[in-house]
């Protein structure tokens, strides 16, 4: 992979099963020293030692992204061990109840609005004054439910509309700082979460699993769905400094399943 970010310090916050770990071990193939925070210790541990394997640099922060204590502990561990921070990547998130927003209680909707929305904004303003200094960027990971119509997706498609603000406005903010805010909206990604859904699919339909793939791929321009590595080159894109002129935007990447 191409050395896009030789030199700089990626902080990926979220670093789950599937996307986040892709954003962090293709960060780091790109030349990134990696900062790794997510709840799971072992989960941090585990992408650590893939990227170690070829040779790369990644630290380990155990971080809950709802406590102010804990995002401080990331910055200072982050700043400790680099003397610097260039990329911030919002990866974390939760999916509230499918339910219609009209059905749900005040409390069903609120359900993962720390995670979803304000998380982003609490890890920001710990590491705005590094990213001034360095002149860095942010990658916010939002989805396509702001694009589609799927129902019962009511309370996500709030919360995400929200994330798609919040970035917006933190480039409003951040951009005579330097600091360049961007979004990245994937569609179905072709992972666990979505392969266990086609799986379901196929055995209560008694159906093939392909055939379901098909039906969904079917809406797309490509006739395929994103895989991690997909939408993670999209953000080491956008926190490189091919993107230095990009800021505020939302970059959809799914193959053609909504047009923007």
Not at 110 to 134: F, H, I, M, W
Request: glycine letters at 8%.
């Amino acid at each position: 992979m191409p050395a896009m970010l030789d030199g700089k310090v990626v902080v990926v916050a979220g670093v789950g099963e599937g996307l986040g770990r892709s954003v962090a071990v293709r960060s780091a193939l790109a030349g990134a020293r990696v900062v790794l925070a997510a709840r799971t210790e072992s989960r941090l541990t585990e992408v650590a030692d893939a990227i170690g394997e070829f040779g790369g640099t990644a630290l380990c922060v155990p971080t809950d992204l709802t406590d102010d204590a804990s995002i401080t502990n990331l910055a200072d561990a982050a700043l400790a061990e680099f003397g610097r921070v260039d990329t911030v990547v919002h990866n974390a998130f939760v999916q509230p109840p499918h339910e219609r927003l009209l059905d749900a209680t005040i409390e069903s909707v609120r359900q993962g609005l720390d995670v979803n929305l304000l998380a982003s904004l609490d890890l920001t303003r710990t590491l705005a004054p590094a990213l001034e200094k360095s002149e860095g960027s942010i990658v916010v990971i939002n989805s396509m439910v702001l694009r589609n119509q799927l129902p019962n997706f009511g309370a996500y498609r709030v919360q995400k509309a929200g994330l798609l603000a919040l970035a917006r406005s933190l480039s409003v903010e951040l951009g005579p700082l330097g600091v360049r805010v961007n979004s990245v909206a994937p569609g179905y990604i072709w992972a666990h979460r979505v392969k266990a859904m086609v799986q379901k699919q196929a055995e209560g339909r008694g159906i093939d699993a392909a055939e379901v793939y098909a039906e969904i791929a079917a809406g797309t321009d490509l006739r395929r769905l994103p895989e991690p590595d997909d939408i993670a080159n999209a953000v080491i894109f956008l926190a490189s400094d091919l993107a230095r002129a990009i800021t505020g935007q939302c970059l959809d990447v799914n193959c053609g399943h909504a047009h923007h």
